[in-house]
């Protein structure tokens, strides 16, 4: 299986993310549903703190990867909903995506959006992916 990573020079060269992913060939893809600060018994991680909730959401995805026999190395899209989002929650959201995919490694395409309201009052973010397991 062939995966591309492609920053075309015609666009703003990102930081943290890839504009465009392809995969060729055959490989297990797997769909990673919307991980929220929650611990393994539902309970809110971090009421009001965006950056915890943040980190905890981000564990909760590498918990789901690994059960699919995936790593974050084999994510190739996530989408990311922040409540109320203003741009000093940028930060934190970096620091996570740091965590996740280190300096240097190809980062998957990705998408931050601001939202009003999540599906549980209290949630601040949550994260879903994409990943193909070769």
Do not use: C, W
């Not at 965006?50 to 990867?65: D, S, Y």
């Not at 409540?83 to 970096?94: C, E, F, L, T």
């Not at 998408?111 to 994260?127: D, P, Q, W, Y």
């Amino acid at each position: 299986m062939e995966t591309r990573h492609i920053n075309p020079e015609t666009l703003l060269q990102p930081r943290g993310y890839t504009h465009v992913v392809t995969v060729s060939a055959p490989g297990k893809i797997v769909f990673i549903s919307g991980q929220v600060a929650v611990d393994k018994d539902g309970k809110l991680v971090g009421p009001g703190d965006l950056k915890t909730q943040v980190r905890q959401a981000a564990a909760n995805l590498k918990l789901a990867l690994e059960a699919a026999g995936a790593t974050t190395a084999d994510i190739v899209k996530t989408n990311t909903y922040i409540v109320n989002y203003k741009q000093s929650d940028y930060a934190a959201m970096r620091e996570a995506r740091a965590a996740l995919f280190p300096e240097g490694a190809n980062a998957p395409a990705s998408t931050l959006v601001g939202v009003t309201s999540l599906a549980v009052e209290g949630l601040m973010v949550e994260m879903e992916a994409i990943a193909i397991v070769r």
